[in-house]
């Protein structure tokens, strides 16, 4: 048997393109598959060739994940893509979205489009969240998709991998699509309406841009809330610096326990103020 990735999931139309082959077919499932699972976009699936055109898909790997909405399973990253301006940063958005693909087994890869716009005092500006976000642990890409600056330290980031963006309306995700793939996308293909992390996009198509790496064509996630899919005791967990101290109580929120480091290390400028005070958002907490 052979083995596929299905990269084209649209109601009944099934895309799966063979590794061997190096050619995409259209995927038929066996009656006991369909019975015992659904197929969606990033399924790994083993099968022969019946002729041609056709693939008839025999079994279904175990995933290493599933994200709902949109429906794409295994996932190894997520680009999660913002701008400094047009429209501003939002950090307590980008620090939502860390916590719920951390959460949901996916590994974010923090960009920054439209770098060509900003003047040096924007760029300053630019640095310093960097700053922040590779203190705490993120890899931190600025791109322009318009001029290409970024788009291949991008490539490595994500080569060898199944990926798929978030990010707020108008940030440019089609566009770093496109300078990824080499494929011209209108915005309009991209559905970019959400809800409390909500997804209005049923299909998902994973485009190759090259030898083994795919990107999905939906956007992710542009307004999310953390608590929708974690309890609030657990958001403590998706803060990666934070996870680098032990504090006197195993079960401390961070908030208002005596001897907590996290707090400590707040003050000490180890943390960044924004993070933090972001998570205390989160979790509801006026302290």
């Known amino acids: 048997m052979k083995k596929g990735l299905v990269i084209d999931r649209e109601a009944q139309m099934i895309g799966v393109y063979l590794f061997e082959d190096k050619k995409v077919y259209r995927g038929i499932p066996r009656k006991k598959i369909i019975k ?23 079994s279904v790997e175990e995933r290493k994940n599933f994200l709902v909405r949109p429906p794409v399973a295994n996932v190894d990253k997520v680009i ?15 620090d939502n979205l860390l916590v719920v693909y951390e959460y949901l087994g996916a590994e974010p890869v923090i960009v920054f489009n439209k770098i060509d716009l900003l003047n040096d005092d924007e760029r300053k500006e630019l640095k310093r969240w960097k700053d922040i976000y590779i203190n705490a642990g993120y890899d931190f890409i600025p791109v322009s998709a318009i001029t290409g600056e970024g788009i291949d330290t991008l490539k490595e980031h994500i080569k060898g991998n199944i990926s798929v963006f978030a990010g707020p309306s108008g ?50 996630f542009s307004s999310v809330d953390a608590l ?60």
């Open 171 to 220: 940030v440019g995700k089609s566009s770093i699509l496109s300078a990824l793939t080499g494929i011209e996308l209108k915005v309009s293909q991209i559905s970019e309406k959400t809800e409390r992390g909500r997804h209005t996009t049923t299909g998902v198509r994973l485009y190759r841009f090259n030898e083994n790496s795919f990107i999905g064509d939906t956007p992710g």
């Open 228 to 287: 929708y899919f974690m309890e609030k005791r657990e958001v403590k967990n998706y803060f990666r610096e934070f996870l680098r101290y032990r504090c006197r109580f195993s079960n401390c929120t961070h908030t208002d326990e005596p001897g907590c480091l996290v707090k400590e290390a707040v003050k000490k400028g180890e943390i960044s103020k924004e993070r933090y005070e972001n998570y205390l958002k989160i979790i509801g907490s006026s302290k």
């Open 36 to 58: 015992k699972t659904k197929i969606y976009a990033g399924d790994y699936v083993l099968g022969n060739v019946i002729d041609s055109e056709t693939f008839a898909i025999e």
């Open 80 to 94: 999660i893509v913002f701008t400094l301006k047009k429209p501003d940063f939002d950090s307590f958005l980008l």
